[in-house]
């Protein structure tokens, strides 16, 4: 049985599976408030699966890019129920989990702000790159590099920006990943410590 959860964008989302099977799963869009709403959708999502936590043999948090304080959030709630619970929590690639149910060359593009995108390529899911933050214009060239002219799926809230580089390619705008690609995902790889992934520096600054 796996837990999957995902805050890292403009959703928070949760998943119980048990091996392939969907047993529940809950989805609200928002762009803050995650951790308000993150431990009641969890208890929801598992009695609606009629399990109880003791049942669980992993939890899969998506880590970043993304919300710095959205993917802490996650990362915070995997780590300490998975502690209770004397279980393993394992983390996921944002990118990763937006394209994992995805065939063929697929991009996944997450805006960055300051004309730069969070970017990673993959073919079938496999990824052909690290995730980087890259400027518009690199991430272009590094995605034609890759692609040899052939079709590409753009997916995620910086897809329109590379779109007019590719303008045959289809785009996809989620909101955040998928929690069940994220269970799905978290199940299949080995345990590594749960960290986030943080490509750059915060935005904040503290007061002169």
């Known amino acids: 049985m796996v837990l999957g959860l995902d805050t890292c964008l403009n959703a928070c989302s949760v998943a119980v599976l048990d091996g392939p099977t969907v047993l529940a799963h809950h989805t609200a869009l928002m762009a803050r408030g995650h951790q308000e709403r993150l ?11 009629g399990l109880s936590f003791d049942r669980l043999q992993r939890i899969g948090a998506t880590v970043g890019p993304g919300s710095f304080t959205g993917l802490r959030v ?10 209770a619970l ?36 993959f073919e079938s899911g496999v990824a052909l790159m690290a995730p980087d933050v890259l400027p518009l214009g690199t991430a272009a ?6 692609s040899h002219g052939r ?3 753009l997916i995620g809230s910086g897809a329109s920006l ?37 490509l750059r520096a915060p935005d904040a600054r503290l007061p002169a």
């Open 86 to 121: 004397t279980i393993a929590a394992v983390g996921v690639g944002t990118l990763e989990a937006l394209v994992a149910d995805q065939p063929g060359l697929t991009a996944a593009i997450l805006d960055a702000r300051r004309d730069q995108v969070y970017f990673q390529v």
């Open 141 to 146: 060239a590094r995605l034609a590099e890759l």
């Open 162 to 198: 590379l779109a007019p580089a590719f303008p045959d390619a289809v785009t996809r705008a989620p909101d955040g990943s998928d929690p069940r690609q994220v269970a799905r995902l978290a199940a299949a790889r080995s345990v590594t410590p749960i960290r986030p992934l943080y």
């Open 151 to 153: 079709p590409v799926t």
């Open 39 to 49: 431990a009641p959708m969890v208890q929801a999502v598992m009695a609606e699966s």
């Open 74 to 83: 996650g990362v915070a709630f995997a780590k300490g129920l998975a502690s």
